[in-house]
């Protein structure tokens, strides 16, 4: 069973950059594509990207451009990097592993961290 572990999450300005971590239990971490997900105030939780096993990368377009996701495989850690961040931006982000591509996580979700984005 893989467990996740955000971090990162903070207030910036707009503009600003910020960089997200997943940490993941378990030794079989390389095997599985990661994705992370946001949920604003008052929405329901949405996909944001996605990198499979193999390092490839999927974008939802509201962030296509702005933020880059990776992995270290080493680290059993997924990163989200987001720059040029935009109020609407501002919600709890967390990590997963997407069922397809685009698709809901498969895991139980954890506390994930909070990014606020606001001048």
């Known amino acids: 069973q893989v467990q996740l572990a955000e971090s990162g999450g903070d207030l910036v300005q707009p503009g600003g950059s910020l960089r997200l971590s997943c940490a993941a239990s378990g030794s079989i971490f390389s095997i599985y594509g990661m994705g992370w997900y946001r949920q604003a105030p008052g929405k329901q939780r949405e996909w944001v990207a996605q990198i499979s096993s193999g390092g490839g990368t999927y974008y939802a377009n509201s962030v296509k451009g702005r933020f880059t996701i990776s992995r270290d495989n080493a680290k059993n850690t997924v990163y989200l990097q987001m720059n040029s961040l935009m109020p609407e931006d501002t919600a709890v982000y967390y990590c997963?592993?997407?069922?397809?591509?685009?698709?809901?996580?498969?895991?139980?979700w954890g506390q994930g961290t909070q990014v606020t984005i606001s001048s």
């Open positions: 997963n592993i997407p069922s397809r591509i685009g698709g809901a996580g498969i895991m139980s």
